[in-house]
Nanobody
Framework: VQLQASGGGLVQPGGSVRLSCKAS????????LGWYRQVPGNEREVVAQ???????NYTDSVKGRFTVSRDWRRNTVYLQMNALKPEDTALYYC?????????WGKGTLVTVSS
């Protein structure tokens, strides 16, 4: 199983960025997917999750600003992040829950700063 995340970078407060995560080695159609983030010294926290049928859930702090989506043709999950705040700065990880196991991609860093 491989999850390849990309799209992080430096963005100004109020700006936008889209993260992508391409999955291989899993049956993409049945796997719930998610995005998590972690700040050094803190635990990894869930940001958004999307079920195999496309139902999305978000942590309260990102509701109305972030959108998670999945493309079944490209085996890719996205996280569109708008109205970014400095407190969104973190290492972002994509996750696939597959047959009872969690798989993680390498983190991609998002820094929100002026």
């Amino acid at each position: 199983v491989q999850l390849q995340a990309s799209g992080g970078g430096l963005v100004q407060p109020g700006g936008s960025v889209r993260l992508s995560c391409k999955a291989s080695g899993i049956n993409f159609k049945i796997s719930p997917l998610g995005w998590y983030r972690q700040v050094p010294g803190n635990e990894r926290e869930v940001v958004a999750q999307i079920s195999s049928t496309g139902v999305a859930n978000y942590t309260d702090s990102v509701k109305g600003r972030f959108t998670v989506s999945r493309d079944w043709r490209r085996n890719t999950v996205y996280l569109q992040m708008n109205a970014l705040k400095p407190e969104d700065t973190a290492l972002y990880y994509c996750n696939a829950h597959y047959y009872g196991r969690d798989f993680w991609g390498k983190g991609t860093l998002v820094t929100v700063s002026s």
